[in-house]
C-alpha cells in the first residue's frame, strides 16, 4: 500500500530571467546576463542557474543571489524564492479557457485574447497585431503538455533582439527537456498560447 502512495515529484520549471534585473543597494539597476534562469519546483528553493553552450549545460550559480529582483516594466521581488513564486502562479494558469488564446507576456504577465467579434478563429492580422510583429510563426508540440496547442511568435524575434519570454521558454523546456534535446533553443517576444483549432 505505502509503495502505491509514492509522492510525484514535479519536473524543474526554467523560466528565463532575460527580461530581469538586479536592484543595487544605490537604487540602480543592473541588468542580468541573458544566459540566466530561474530554476523552480513546488516545495524546493528556487536557484539560479546559467545556461552554457549549446547542448543544454546548466550550472548553479550563487552570484545574483542577494536580490531583490525587478521584472523590466513590473514588480520587484525581495529574494529568488519570491520571483520563483510569482512565475509559477503566472506559469499554472497560462492554459487558455475554451476558444480563446493566452498571451504570455515578456515581463512573465498572461492576459486572454479571444477572436474577433464574430469570429470563431484568429485572423492573421489580429495575431500581427497581438504580437507587434510583421511575420508570425507556429510550433505546434507533438507531445508533452501542451500537445494540442500550438505556441503563436514573432518568427523574427531574435532577429529583432527582442527579450527572451520566461513563460513560453519554461514551456518549450517542459516539451523540449534539455537533456534530451539539442540545440538549445529560447522563445523571443510575447507569445500567444491556444488550442490549434483556434488558427484556421
Given at each position: 500500500?505505502?509503495?502505491?502512495?509514492?509522492?510525484?515529484?514535479?519536473?524543474?520549471?526554467?523560466?528565463?530571467?532575460?527580461?530581469?534585473e538586479?536592484?543595487?543597494?544605490?537604487?540602480?539597476?543592473?541588468?542580468?546576463?541573458?544566459?540566466?534562469?530561474?530554476?523552480?519546483?513546488?516545495?524546493?528553493?528556487?536557484?539560479?542557474?546559467?545556461?552554457?553552450?549549446?547542448?543544454?549545460?546548466?550550472?548553479?550559480?550563487?552570484?545574483?543571489?542577494?536580490?531583490?529582483?525587478?521584472?523590466?516594466?513590473?514588480?520587484?521581488?525581495?529574494?529568488?524564492?519570491?520571483?520563483?513564486?510569482?512565475?509559477?502562479?503566472?506559469?499554472?494558469?497560462?492554459?487558455?479557457?475554451?476558444?480563446?488564446?493566452?498571451?504570455?507576456?515578456?515581463?512573465g504577465?498572461?492576459?486572454?485574447?479571444?477572436?474577433?467579434?464574430?469570429?470563431?478563429?484568429?485572423?492573421?492580422?489580429?495575431l500581427?497585431?497581438a504580437?507587434?510583429?510583421?511575420?508570425?510563426?507556429?510550433?505546434?508540440?507533438?507531445?508533452?503538455?501542451?500537445?494540442?496547442?500550438?505556441?503563436v511568435?514573432?518568427?523574427?524575434?531574435?532577429?529583432?533582439?527582442?527579450?527572451?519570454?520566461?513563460?513560453?521558454?519554461?514551456?518549450?523546456?517542459?516539451?523540449?527537456?534539455?537533456?534530451?534535446?539539442?540545440?538549445?533553443?529560447?522563445?523571443?517576444?510575447?507569445?500567444?498560447?491556444?488550442?490549434?483549432?483556434?488558427?484556421?
Amino acid at each position: 500500500m505505502a509503495n502505491a502512495l509514492r509522492s510525484v515529484v514535479a519536473k524543474p520549471l526554467l523560466f528565463s530571467l532575460h527580461t530581469t534585473e538586479l536592484v543595487k543597494h544605490e537604487g540602480a539597476n543592473l541588468p542580468l546576463p541573458p544566459r540566466l534562469f530561474l530554476r523552480t519546483a513546488p516545495g524546493q528553493p528556487a536557484a539560479i542557474v546559467a545556461l552554457c553552450g549549446t547542448m543544454g549545460n546548466l550550472f548553479s550559480t550563487t552570484s545574483y543571489d542577494g536580490g531583490p529582483f525587478q521584472i523590466v516594466g513590473g514588480e520587484t521581488y525581495a529574494t529568488r524564492q519570491a520571483l520563483g513564486a510569482f512565475f509559477q502562479h503566472q506559469h499554472a494558469g497560462m492554459l487558455p479557457a475554451e476558444g480563446a488564446a493566452t498571451l504570455l507576456g515578456v515581463d512573465g504577465s498572461t492576459r486572454e485574447v479571444l477572436p474577433e467579434k464574430g469570429r470563431k478563429s484568429f485572423g492573421l492580422a489580429q495575431l500581427y497585431a497581438a504580437l507587434e510583429a510583421n511575420y508570425i510563426d507556429v510550433h505546434c508540440p507533438q507531445h508533452g503538455p501542451y500537445e494540442g496547442y500550438i505556441l503563436v511568435f514573432d518568427d523574427e524575434g531574435k532577429d529583432r533582439r527582442r527579450p527572451i519570454n520566461p513563460l513560453a521558454t519554461a514551456a518549450w523546456y517542459e516539451t523540449y527537456p534539455l537533456e534530451y534535446y539539442a540545440p538549445v533553443d529560447v522563445v523571443a517576444g510575447p507569445v500567444l498560447l491556444m488550442k490549434s483549432a483556434l488558427l484556421r
